[in-house]
């Protein structure tokens, strides 16, 4: 069936490299993207969102690319931080007529270390 | 403060009970949404509501019930037939439909006991 998914359960980074999140889609139709951030016991945070008509979007030291071709969604976060230390979902608008819903991937986990 | 608002943050429910989560938000959204997350587990969607009166089965809507009487409010009822209730629960709204960001409550933790 169509589903959102994540490559990688768990990433490991040292604290100031850069981090790459990936996620995969399966619908073509999907127009609309967001990458979240939860942490332990809490609800998602937005990080940063991207429209279908855009390749790329740049935020505070965080990247989103979308690769419409592969079907394929990318978080780059730079000089990563302690404070990145979470789990990270990327969510699609998934079109249904003439509505939609966000359907969310199973997560990657960021660990940083000191 | 603008915001959205789960409540309880713990609740118990005995086997065999209904139990009703609130969600309430105040930014004028007319799109509200129900998740439910399990450990180590992405979000699965419950049930969503793109208009006031109006909601839509999610993946994962048997043995929970909604209504969507006011445009602020979107109460969640996990009922006796929803087989393994323990999780965690989230709300969340968007302006409209999926293809604005959503806002999430901080959530809600239901344990069956």
């Known amino acids: 069936g169509e589903s959102v998914g994540l490559h990688l359960p768990t990433l490991s980074v040292q604290e100031g490299d850069n981090s790459i999140i990936n996620c995969a889609y399966s619908n073509s139709a999907s127009d609309y993207f967001i990458w979240y951030k939860q942490e332990s016991g809490k609800g998602p945070q937005f990080i940063i969102d991207i429209r279908s008509n855009m390749d790329k979007r740049q935020g505070q030291r965080v990247t989103v690319l979308l690769n419409k071709t592969v079907k394929h969604l990318s978080l780059q976060i730079a000089a990563t931080q302690p404070g990145d230390s979470a789990v990270y979902f990327c969510a699609e608008n998934r079109l249904s007529g003439n509505t939609g819903k966000l359907i969310f991937g199973q997560g990657t986990t960021l660990q940083v270390k000191p | 403060d603008g915001g959205i608002t789960q409540s309880p943050k713990y609740l118990f429910r005995k086997e065999g009970q209904n139990v009703t989560l609130s969600c309430e938000q105040n930014?004028?959204?007319?799109?509200m949404y129900w998740y439910r997350q399990d450990p180590g587990q992405g979000l699965r969607l419950i049930y969503y509501?793109?208009?006031?009166?109006?909601?839509q089965k999610g993946d994962i809507a048997e043995g929970y019930s909604v209504s969507r009487e006011k445009k602020e409010s979107f109460p969640l009822t996990v009922t006796s037939a929803q087989k393994n209730p323990t999780a965690f629960y989230l709300c969340a709204s968007s302006l409209r439909g999926g293809d604005t960001e959503a806002f999430f409550g901080q959530g809600t933790r239901l344990t069956v006991v």
């Open positions: 509501s793109q208009i006031v009166n109006d909601f």
């Open positions: 930014l004028n959204h007319d799109a």
